[in-house]
């Protein structure tokens, strides 16, 4: 229900206002002045309804059938017909809304319609729409407030996505169906502006080498989450990072690029690799302690560290090596693929390190032949006492980490080691006459069974000389004891000088020596026995002793291979021959018969 537009007057003048904005109310029911109506019509002053003109009466139909705010306002800002929907923009032109004032007026004065938002109360958005009608206005309008508020919402959410994305620490991108960025987050990715990546091609920011045979993870036509993607950061920095992104299609389903984030995880990757490194290192070390604490000792945590390693660096072979009772750098322990004669290479390998100085922590990679070695300078203090070496090809190099965990396993193992040597120099020490330097009788016994059993696998030969100094006591009543001792002393150096290696020599007690001649047949120990009675010359002049005349008696015994003839029978065979030479005027040597003579 509307009110009337006017009506002619008597005169036949035209249409006048019947209708002031300041008094609306709802036709035929509320008095002037209430608002609760849609229009209150004024009383015309003649009191005769008259025919409407057609412009008028499609004006006025217009207002009332239109779905939403619709009103016509006359001369001024005189609202002359409205319909319910229309009240709040009628109250707020009565209020003097300067937006709609403005409106009418440019409308009014124009040739073509306008159109505006206009806000009611801060909470009511309409979209106004005004036509010129000879000096009237028509006004039309649409309640927009709820697609006003959704825009709002829209906008709010677009400006917080875009802080939380200008704030998170990934890289969002979206690409186009070629690969290229046309959009990225934040500012500052990875060294590079944001603005220098959008139009490039997203290759140019991956590893190349990574690259290399796989496909373009940028351009991808599936889901991706949380693939391995190596990038390129602007210091030219390989960095690892995890990539999930989602293909952007078109209506008809075809890929035109692709939005995603990626997630730098090289830190990340980084910490834990150094946490389970630190892991290995403590649980290997742990390993070793527990094998000294148990009941293999020192020797089982050898093994345990070179095995343990060995595992862990994922190496082809690992080697220990340790001092001897005699200070020698040596190999105590091989597994895996140690090729022969490369355990005595890095044991002198590790002598030289060693003889750098400063051995504490220093960790070392050395080109073996075809392999390449690790090796860890075990110390006790600031003693090398050995090493940890392992050996891989040649192709795979050893890394900073690997190196830092057999350290801190030769660390431990330095101790171990440490026990050792002492325990081989107590050992070699009982196996040591103290005054002469070389083997002592139960060394010579506990050898001499090695010797024979090796002859028999061997099947070769070997001589056993027994010698007994002549005019000892003599020497030792005229020069003292001292001067016996340095005899002996000097003996036992000069024997030594002359042994071959895999031969034996001992001082089986007082004046009585003893050798074993490996391989040797009768000449070699003839040969071997001249060979020391023409040393006695030399000696006479070291020993400086005049008048001392020291010579000595030497019975030989054979050993035949396989003739299971026993140490006992061995000895006692030489020593009869001995005992002939002496009794033929000493200085000279005599050899027994063979063990199967009658």
Not at 98 to 121: P, S
Not at 178 to 185: K, Y
Not at 310 to 316: C, D, E, F, Q
Not at 578 to 593: I, N, Q, S, W
Request: aromatic residues 4%; hydrophobic residues 45%.
């Amino acid at each position: 229900m509307t009110g009337r537009l006017g009506s002619d007057d008597a005169s036949g003048k035209g249409r006048q206002p019947i209708l002031d904005v300041q008094v609306l109310g709802l036709a035929n029911s509320t008095p002037p002045g209430d608002c609760n109506g849609v229009i209150m019509r004024e009383a015309m002053s003649d009191k005769t309804p008259e025919r409407r003109p057609t412009a008028a009466a499609v004006l006025d139909r217009l207002v009332e059938n239109y779905p939403g705010p619709a009103f016509i306002v006359g001369q001024g800002i005189r609202v002359v017909e409205a319909n319910e929907a229309a009240r709040p923009l009628v109250l707020a032109l009565r209020d003097g809304h300067d937006a709609l004032i403005d409106l009418i007026e440019r409308t009014r004065h124009g040739t073509e319609g306008r159109k505006i938002d206009v806000v009611i109360d801060r909470r009511r958005v309409f979209e106004v729409s005004a036509m010129p009608f000879g000096a009237a206005v028509l006004v039309m309008a649409r309640d927009g407030t709820e697609d006003y508020l959704r825009r709002g919402q829209l906008t709010d959410q677009i400006e917080r996505l875009t802080d939380i994305v200008d704030c998170l620490p990934d890289f969002s991108f979206e690409t186009d169906m070629d690969g290229r960025f046309t959009f990225c987050a934040p500012e500052r990715i990875f060294g590079y502006a944001a603005r220098e990546l959008v139009g490039r091609f997203a290759t140019e920011i991956i590893d190349a080498d990574w690259l290399s045979g796989r496909s373009d993870p940028f351009s991808s036509d599936v889901l991706l989450t949380d693939r391995e993607v190596w990038l390129l950061a602007a210091d030219g920095t390989s960095l690892r990072c995890l990539v999930s992104a989602r293909p952007v299609r078109d209506d008809m389903g075809r890929r035109v690029g692709l939005r995603g984030i990626a997630r730098d995880v090289t830190a990340a990757q980084s910490r834990e690799t150094a946490l389970m490194q630190a892991l290995d290192r403590e649980r290997l070390r742990g390993a070793v302690i527990d094998a000294m604490r148990g009941d293999g000792g020192p020797e089982r945590a050898i093994r345990v560290a070179a095995e343990a390693s060995m595992a862990t660096l994922h190496a082809k072979g690992a080697l220990v090596v340790g001092r001897d009772g005699m200070g020698r750098m040596v190999p105590v322990i091989g597994i895996g693929a140690i090729e022969a004669g490369m355990d005595e290479t890095l044991a002198a390998e590790v002598e030289r390190i060693a003889a750098k100085g400063q051995v504490v922590g220093r960790v070392e990679a050395r080109a073996v032949g075809e392999q390449t070695a690790l090796i860890a300078i075990a110390a006790e203090g600031s003693t090398a006492v050995g090493a940890l070496v392992l050996i891989r090809g040649s192709r795979q190099h050893w890394h900073g980490a690997q190196a830092g965990i057999l350290g801190a396993v030769a660390d431990q193992l330095g101790l171990a080691l440490g026990i050792r040597e002492r325990v081989a120099r107590l050992e070699e020490q009982s196996r040591v006459d103290a005054l002469t330097g070389i083997m002592n009788r139960r060394a010579f016994q506990d050898d001499l069974p090695v010797k024979l059993r090796q002859a028999d696998r061997l099947r070769r030969s070997g001589a056993l000389l027994l010698i007994d100094l002549d005019a000892f006591k003599p020497l030792n009543d005229r020069f003292g004891h001292a001067g016996g001792d340095k005899a002996l002393t000097l003996l036992g150096t000069m024997f030594r000088e002359r042994l071959r290696a895999g031969d034996l020599v001992s001082r089986l007690g007082g004046d009585e020596f003893a050798f074993w001649l490996d391989g040797a047949d009768s000449a070699g120990a003839f040969a071997k026995a001249g060979n020391l009675f023409e040393m006695l010359e030399e000696f006479d002049r070291r020993l400086d002793l005049p008048g001392a005349n020291l010579g000595f008696s030497m019975g030989i015994a054979l050993y035949e291979p396989g003739s299971r003839e026993s140490i006992d029978a061995l000895t006692k065979r030489a020593d009869a021959a001995l005992y002939r030479a002496k009794a033929a005027g000493r200085d000279r040597a005599e050899m027994a018969p063979s063990s199967g003579a009658g």
